[in-house]
């Protein structure tokens, strides 16, 4: 998970790399720690170290983590010949190393030899059937070729073995909200909670794919996710407070022909409207007009 | 750091020199035979003011504290991060090649 003292520090360390003060390695470090994917940079300045002699031999056995960092980025970069070169160094040093095995595969993957990947894959899993990587390897294949229903049926069968793998379960809930199968997502979204409650952002989807969903009962349950992400995040999560005032006059739409009054429905409206004027009044005082006529039309329209 | 470290050795020489002296205060009952019941009143001030200093001292040399609240400015989780394991390179990037002529030398 990225923080906000880990982002700001990348930012900055970015920006220092960006203009020739230094600090290649403590960046690609971070990228590496924080699982970012600035893939470009990453080729840039990995390379610049990989080619300078004196630096890469002062990173002693870490020059290997970056040879495999480097090729992954070039692959994303498309540019296979630095990857290719990559993964033969790496090949030339670990002789029998699945890993360089399954960079071999992703390179096939990256120049769309999906026959040749799909083949280098099974091989790799006879040998090792429970090898996490490449399961997901395969499901990303899947969904790079556009079966994203195939895709779907591997994650499934995935996640029957490895339940705990948060990771999948992300990945197959934004799967479901891409397709518009919102009941499936909120499951996914659920099991996420679960296994790691404290993440406001996976409070924050939930309640979007709630909310998504409609109807009173969902509506109320996302308005409730929406608050807890504004517990965990101290306030300072934009989309809850929205979420927040849309769930409230949805709810109010919904529950008007009735004598049924929500009071305190109402003044979390106000309070997070509240917020969130004094919040665009900080940062973007020329967007103050704006909001303020959302807000109005919302609370309005119940 | 310094002042810490300073202050934490008086304190720890505070309590030692109470020890010693509760140590030669119950020497000092055997020899009168009177029955042990706590150290005199002047020890338990020197006890209370070297833990005092100790505490302080504790609080302060090792470093500062971090929050651990999940809402605060230091812990506040703002994105996730990117899925790699599931990163495909099959995306409009392709479109935009890089224009460096970056290469490997060996």
């Not at chain 1, 920006?15 to 003060?21: L, P």
């Not at chain 1, 090792?128 to 990303?140: E, G, M, S, T």
């Not at chain 1, 809850?240 to 008007?256: D, N, P």
């Not at chain 2, 009952?29 to 003011?49: A, C, M, N, R, Y």
Request: hydrophobic letters at 40%; glycine letters at 6%.
């Amino acid at each position: 998970m990225v923080t906000k003292t880990e982002e700001t520090q990348l930012n900055r360390l970015e920006n220092q790399v960006d203009n020739g003060g230094g600090g290649a390695w403590e960046y690609l470090c971070l990228v590496r720690k924080l699982k970012v994917r600035r893939s470009e940079k990453v080729l840039k300045h990995g390379l610049s170290i990989l080619n300078d002699l004196k630096q890469r031999s002062s990173l002693g056995s870490d020059e290997w983590t970056l040879y495999e960092q480097v090729a992954v980025a070039a692959m994303d970069c498309q540019c296979l010949d630095v990857a290719k070169d990559c993964t033969k160094v790496l090949r030339k040093r670990f002789l029998e190393s699945k890993r360089v095995g399954r960079l071999e595969a992703m390179l096939l993957e990256a120049k769309g030899s999906w026959e040749l990947a799909e083949k280098a894959y099974t091989s790799l899993l006879e040998d090792n059937p429970l090898d996490q990587a490449i399961h997901k390897r395969r499901v990303a294949m899947a969904k790079a070729q556009g079966n994203i229903s195939v895709a779907i049926d591997w994650l499934n069968k995935y996640l029957e073995t490895f339940m705990a793998d948060h990771e999948a379960w992300r990945e197959l809930a934004e799967i479901y909200v891409s397709l518009q199968m919102y009941k499936q997502a909120a499951f996914c979204y659920e099991e996420l909670i679960l296994t790691q409650p404290t993440v406001p952002l996976f409070h924050l989807a939930y309640a979007d794919v709630l909310y998504t969903l409609g109807g009173l009962e969902n509506l109320q349950t996302a308005k409730k996710y929406y608050s807890s992400t504004i517990d965990l995040t101290g306030g300072k999560n934009t989309r809850a407070l929205f979420g927040i005032c849309l769930c409230t006059s949805a709810i109010t739409q919904l529950t008007k022909g009735k004598s049924k009054e929500d009071k305190e429905g109402s003044q979390l409206q106000s309070l997070a409207a509240k917020v969130l004027e004094k919040d665009y009044k900080q940062r973007a005082p020329d967007k103050l007009p704006q909001l303020t006529t959302a807000l109005k039309s919302l609370t309005l329209s119940s | 750091m310094g002042l810490a470290l300073i202050v934490g050795l008086l304190g720890l020489l505070i309590l030692f020199h109470a020890a010693y002296s509760t140590i030669q205060y119950r020497g000092l009952l055997k020899i009168t035979e009177e029955e042990f019941s706590g150290p005199p009143f002047d020890v338990v001030i020197e006890l209370f003011l070297g833990l005092l200093l100790c505490f302080w001292a504790a609080l302060t040399a090792p470093g500062k504290f971090l929050s651990i609240h999940p809402h605060s400015e230091d812990n506040r989780i703002v994105s996730l991060p990117a899925n790699l394991d599931f990163m495909i390179f099959n995306h409009r990037g392709k479109a935009f090649p890089v224009e460096m002529d970056l290469k490997l030398r060996q």
